[in-house]
């Protein structure tokens, strides 16, 4: 079985950072992609940014200078570094794997977390 946890999340005034964590658990041979995805009340699951497991990163243009993901596939954490944060940034933020590979020969094609919540108010 395979698990994502996420951290890092909390209250932050706008202009500030915070800087997020996921980290996945199990008998882990490898991840293809690994990103962040997040839900404003009312609005649907968004991307934020993926990586790949060679490093190719894609962000959401509303997060483009401001965000930078990064990964540790050793470890197979990916962590999300947010900067310049607004308001409406607020959002529960999802981390999610996809086509997760097994030692056991298993896979999973995708895995979520369950979420952290991003407040950015004053």
């Known amino acids: 079985q395979v698990q994502l946890v996420e951290s890092g999340g909390g209250l932050v005034q706008p202009g500030g950072s915070l800087r997020l964590f996921c980290e996945a658990s199990?008998?882990?041979?490898?991840?293809?992609?690994m990103g962040w995805y997040r839900q404003a009340p009312g609005k649907e699951r968004d991307l934020v940014a993926t990586?790949?497991?060679?490093?190719?990163?894609t962000y959401a243009d509303s997060v483009k200078g401001r965000f930078t993901i990064s990964r540790d596939n050793a470890k197979n954490t990916v962590d999300l570094q947010m900067n310049s944060l607004k308001p409406e940034d607020t959002a529960v933020y999802y981390c999610?794997?996809?086509?997760?590979?097994?030692?056991?020969?298993?896979?999973?094609?995708?895995?979520w977390g369950q979420g952290t919540l991003v407040t950015v108010s004053s």
């Open positions: 999610k794997a996809v086509s997760v590979r097994l030692y056991s020969g298993g896979a999973y094609l995708e895995v």
């Open positions: 199990g008998s882990i041979r490898g991840i293809d992609v």
């Open positions: 990586i790949s497991d060679s490093g190719y990163t």
